[in-house]
């Protein structure tokens, strides 16, 4: 079974985000004063091949641990879902 | 009243994606050969402060457009919720 995830990976919230800062900067030079607290982090998507859904999601854990995200800045989060294969 | 926004900037789907191509291709790497087609984007949260969910959408939009998204080479989607303020 083929499964589609789609996982968010933020600077972690007790740590200043100097790029969001810096965009919230920039909101004001655009005329945007209204916007405020911009937090800049990665968003991927990536398609697994797993057997059932669990087995899909400690797939994703993995790559998210040991690849996608810095743990020690950085929290992830991602969603699941099962992609129709046509037959 | 605040808005809290939650936004996907994505490579279009059109075109090649290089960061996604390499994240994939060191999947392998780390024994994760099941992950494919990874892409690769930004995901950002703000805050926005606007009388009305349309009006803050308004905001956002020109945010994603005029600051936050390439649309030559990306596309944008987002989410609002209302933020809950104590009295």
Do not use: W, Y
């Not at 916007?35 to 400690?58: C, W, Y």
């Amino acid at each position: 079974m083929k499964f589609r995830a789609s996982i968010n990976i933020m600077p972690l919230p007790a740590l200043l985000d100097p790029q969001g800062k810096a965009v919230s900067g920039n909101m004001k030079n655009i005329g945007l004063s209204s916007i405020d607290n911009v937090r800049v982090g990665k968003h991927l998507t990536l398609e697994v091949e797993a057997s059932s859904q669990p087995e899909a999601e400690e797939q994703v854990k993995t790559a998210c641990e040991k690849l996608l995200a810095n743990q020690i800045m950085e929290q992830f989060e991602f969603r699941l879902e099962a992609v129709e294969t046509e037959a």
